[in-house]
């Protein structure tokens, strides 16, 4: 049986974007809105989200990068590229999203009582440059 693990926090919604961005919190309610439905009960565990390090954040982007994502709390939104929005507590929601990944793939890890490894059936590839945003994390295991 696989069990899936969704990390999901109120406070990923103040994450603004632009209403076609794939980030915005209208997509995160309407989700959150499904995963209350009765038919969800018993389909996946929640994991909570908590804010990673900069030692963690460290692990997959350049400090330059973690510095300029940073330098946007607080501030107004301003547009870092084509498709990123950078809204006053995007980089406090990003901060919890990485969290949220790495407390997922530790509960699976602790769930199933495995070590981690290359073999182990959970893989998380990020080049160093993207982006930190991430909404939703989703992790299922195998």
Do not use: F
């Amino acid at each position: 049986m696989k069990r899936t693990g969704i990390v999901r926090d109120e406070r990923y919604n103040e994450h603004i974007t632009d209403d076609y961005h794939p980030e915005n919190p209208h997509r995160l309610r309407s989700i959150y809105t499904m995963l209350q439905q009765k038919d969800m009960e018993g389909h996946y565990m929640e994991i909570s989200a908590r804010p990673a390090t900069r030692e963690e954040l460290e692990m997959v982007h350049l400090p330059s990068y973690i510095d300029l994502i940073a330098s946007t709390a607080g501030q107004p939104a301003r547009r870092l590229d084509p498709d990123t929005v950078a809204s006053p507590k995007s980089y406090e929601v990003a901060c919890l999203a990485a969290g949220g990944v790495l407390e997922a793939i530790e509960t699976v890890l602790l769930e199933r009582r495995i070590t981690p490894s290359p073999l182990s059936g959970l893989r998380a590839i990020t080049p160093r440059e993207t982006a930190l945003w991430g909404s939703v994390s989703l992790i299922t295991s195998l």
